[in-house]
């Protein structure tokens, strides 16, 4: 599968972004996707995970990392195959490159090396 990402770009301190990861390849509907990012100097660290789909069910399992909680939604859109990362109340040290990546589980994850699917990603950067 492969996975490309949308949707970063220059903001101000409290603004809005809305990230896209959409899929080719196959779908990914079962599969977990998570966002990650890093930043200048740092190591890529996880930002958010949304469950696989599981037949009928528009129930997905959603985790986030603490800095983020509140602010950030991922979602997804299986009839599009794509997944969202919803970005509010953007604060400067959210600047990073934001990278969507694909698990091949269903559970969700904030391990890195649990996702074997990776997009080029996308840059965010947040002025004060």
């Known amino acids: 599968v492969q996975l490309v990402e949308s949707g970063g770009g220059l903001v101000q301190a409290g603004g809005s972004l809305r990230l896209s990861c959409a899929a080719s390849?196959?779908?990914?509907?079962?599969?977990?996707v998570g966002w990650f990012r890093q930043a200048p100097g740092k190591e890529r660290e996880f930002v958010a995970t949304?469950?696989?789909?599981?037949?009928?069910?528009?129930?997905?399992?959603?985790y986030y990392q603490d800095a983020v909680k509140g602010r950030f939604t991922i979602s997804r859109d299986n009839a599009k195959n794509t997944v969202y990362l919803q970005m509010n109340s953007l604060k400067p040290e959210d600047t990073a490159v934001y990278y969507c990546?694909?698990?091949?589980?269903?559970?969700?994850?904030?391990?890195?090396?649990?996702?074997?699917?990776w997009g080029q990603g996308t840059q965010v950067t947040v002025s004060s």
């Open positions: 949304i469950s696989g789909g599981s037949g009928l069910s528009t129930y997905y399992q959603t």
């Open positions: 390849g196959r779908t990914f509907i079962s599969n977990a």
């Open positions: 990546a694909a698990a091949t589980r269903w559970g969700i994850s904030s391990v890195i090396d649990e996702y074997s699917y």
